[in-house]
């Protein structure tokens, strides 16, 4: 049973148990009263077990009409019991909802106290407007935290603010004040209405103004089992300002934005995992022509774990060092239509098993960024921009895949339209597999060979394989058809090795570059 005071329900299944049950202890006790009544005592009764050739036939049919008799009537009063409607009413439509939702999520072991909205007057259909609703069972939650954590957050002892599974219209931002930390938001729909302010969050978190140590007064906080509604009125889902230890998943599916998905602002360790992101959904005229950011990351250690962007026209940018992404996959707008899977403007990042669909990766800092095992299908590929005079010191890009539907162009372009590249210091491009005829390989190392036969000058170009265009060093020797005695010497002129003997040989140079200098 759920309700409030005045109404009740009563489930159809526990009633039939409860009316079975009574009846088998009345029958047993009935059974019990008219054996003692009508037939004869229990002693003799039992005496006459085994007899049965004894018993009067009269007592038997007696004995058995009158248990058969009972059961009947005992099962007529069963299924005739008269149940009060004023006292069993039907539920009105949130009276119901409240008791569905009550049982799904009992279901659910949430850890910590649990608050829930509609016990604040959240209206759960998106009829009206709950933004008012739920900042009060926001503000009641934060306060339950009592322990300070670290640099005077408040430990809200693992506070659960559950939206039981409702979908819920907002007028403006739900706000989650500073210096809390421990508790999370779970199990509903957030959707914006046409009076959201579109410079607004559904949900803010944090503050700009926050200078302690870490530069994060929030810490240890969680949002999952969500759905954010932008509804293209809101700037999009949430911001988060300051924050360390966000947990912005499981399950969190966001539609809608105006300008960027989630916004994270300084802060450490905002980890963004098994999340969905689309401005438009995927089969929208619209999603060509979105001109949202799905994942902003302005601060630096943060994470993107297991994420699929599937709209808007920039998947992710990046513009804090030490960041990991990790199975991102971006199909929003692509390539063609001037979208960008993803764009990394500060150093230190890493990134692994991506899957960019048909739009590029755009590298603007090039200081010990990693990117391996990332696939590109279409016109995909990595563009390297730099800003004025920039230093590559230790990229690495390995084994990269290159796709179905290529353009036949090199797997790595340099835009040197705003600048250029100074100098390239342990520096790695390697290991690139493709389809055949799909591009062009392109790195920093390259192996080729040359054979010819009584020939005294070998050279070989390097152009076509070499990323930077430039030699740094070289490797060589030659395989002979026959044994003889020789000199030689290398030459490197631009992307070319020009390999010169004493005396005319047969046989192959194998020659192998670098463009990348040591430390």
Not at 15 to 38: D, G, P
């Amino acid at each position: 049973m759920a309700s409030n005071s005045s109404v009740y329900y009563i489930s159809a299944p526990r009633t039939k148990w409860t009316f079975a049950i009574c009846s088998i202890c009345s029958l047993c006790y009935f059974h019990c009263i008219i054996q003692r009544a009508f037939l004869f005592s229990p002693r003799e009764y039992a005496s006459l077990q085994g007899k049965r050739n004894t018993i009067p036939i009269f007592f038997v049919f007696v004995n058995f009409s009158m248990r058969f008799s009972i059961l009947l009537l005992i099962l007529a009063i069963s299924t005739c019991v008269v149940v009060d409607e004023t006292r069993f009413a039907p539920p009105t439509k949130r009276e119901y909802f409240r008791s569905i939702m009550g049982r799904r999520h009992r279901e659910r072991t949430l850890s910590g106290p649990v608050v829930k909205v509609l016990d604040f007057g959240a209206d759960p259909t998106a009829t009206v407007d709950s933004r008012e609703h739920i900042q009060k069972a926001i503000d009641y939650a934060l306060s339950m935290c009592t322990r300070e954590m670290a640099d005077g957050i408040k430990d809200c002892n693992g506070v659960v603010i559950d939206l039981q599974g409702g979908q819920y219209l907002l007028s403006g931002p739900l706000v989650f004040r500073s210096f809390t930390g421990n508790w999370r938001m779970t199990s509903g729909t957030l959707r914006a209405d046409s009076s959201f302010n579109p410079e607004d969050f559904l949900v803010e978190v944090g503050t700009k103004d926050c200078n302690n140590h870490q530069q994060s007064c929030n810490q240890g906080i969680g949002f999952d089992f969500m759905m954010f509604d932008a509804s293209h009125q809101a700037s999009g889902a949430a911001r988060i300002d300051h924050t360390m230890g966000v947990n912005f998943g499981p399950q969190n599916f966001v539609i809608g934005f105006n300008r960027t998905g989630i916004e994270v602002n300084s802060g450490h360790e905002t980890l963004v995992h098994q999340c969905w992101f689309g401005e438009y959904y995927y089969s929208e005229d619209q999603k060509l022509v979105g001109m949202g950011t799905a994942i902003i990351l302005n601060g630096n250690d943060h994470y993107i774990v297991d994420t699929i962007v599937y709209g808007g026209k920039t998947g992710v940018i990046i513009n804090g060092e030490a960041s990991v992404l990790k199975g991102v996959h971006t199909w929003n707008c692509d390539t063609s239509h001037g979208g960008v899977g993803i764009i990394v403007n500060a150093g230190v990042t890493r990134m692994e098993n991506c899957y960019l669909d048909y739009n590029n990766l755009v590298l603007n800092a090039f200081y010990l960024t990693v990117i391996q095992d990332t696939f590109f299908l279409g016109n995909g590929r990595i563009i390297m921009k730099p800003h004025g005079e920039q230093d590559v010191v230790g990229l690495r890009i390995a084994n990269s895949m290159y796709g179905f539907g290529g353009d036949g162009k090199d797997t790595i372009q340099i835009d040197e339209s705003q600048g250029h590249f100074r100098k390239i210091v342990n520096t790695q491009v390697v290991n690139t597999v493709i389809e055949e005829g799909v591009n062009t390989i392109v790195g920093t190392q390259a192996d080729k060979k040359l054979s010819q036969t009584q020939a005294t000058e070998w050279e070989i170009d390097f152009a076509s394989s070499l990323l930077f265009k430039q030699i740094k060093k070289v490797q060589w020797s030659f395989v002979l058809d026959e044994p003889c005695f020789y000199q030689a010497y290398a030459m490197v002129e631009g992307t070319k090795v020009r390999v010169i003997t004493n005396v005319p040989i047969s046989g192959t140079l194998h020659v192998h570059v670098d463009e990348s200098d040591e430390f």
